[in-house]
C-alpha cells in the first residue's frame, strides 16, 4: 500500500508563498504519475497540478502561471512551490498517484487570508 506524507502547509498573506512536500513510499515512484489534489469542505478532492514519470506537469486552470509541481525521484518526493496565494487557494493538500489507488495521506492545509 502507498503511503504518503505531505507537509509545507500553513497561514500565509494573499500573494504570499509556500512549498508543499510530500514523501512517498512506494517502490514504483519513478514510473507513477504524481499530482496534488484541494479539498475545499463540501467539495470533492480537485486535481490541481500533475507531474507524469518523464517529468511532463499539466495544470488546472486555477493553477496556471502561479504553482509549479516538481519531483525528485532519488528521494521519492513531489513537490508543488505555491506563488501569488489567493484566499480561494485555501484548503487541505494531498499527493497522490494518478491514478490514485486508494491511498491517501493526512493532507497538509493551507489558510491563504489576511
Known amino acids: 500500500q502507498v503511503q504518503l506524507v505531505e507537509s509545507g502547509g500553513g497561514l500565509v498573506q494573499p500573494g504570499g508563498s509556500l512549498k508543499l512536500s510530500c514523501a512517498a513510499s512506494?517502490?514504483?515512484?519513478?514510473?507513477?504519475?504524481m499530482g496534488w489534489y484541494r479539498q475545499v469542505p463540501g467539495k470533492e478532492r480537485e486535481l490541481i497540478a500533475t507531474i507524469v514519470r518523464v517529468g511532463w506537469t499539466i495544470y488546472a486552470d486555477s493553477a496556471k502561471g502561479r504553482f509549479t509541481i516538481s519531483r525528485d525521484n532519488a528521494k521519492k518526493m513531489v513537490y508543488l512551490q505555491m506563488n501569488s496565494l489567493k484566499p480561494e487557494d485555501t484548503g487541505v493538500y494531498y499527493c497522490?498517484?494518478?491514478?490514485?489507488?486508494?491511498?491517501w495521506g493526512q493532507g497538509t492545509q493551507v489558510t491563504v487570508s489576511s
Open positions: 497522490s498517484k494518478i491514478p490514485n489507488e486508494g491511498s
Open positions: 512506494q517502490s514504483t515512484f519513478s514510473s507513477d504519475d
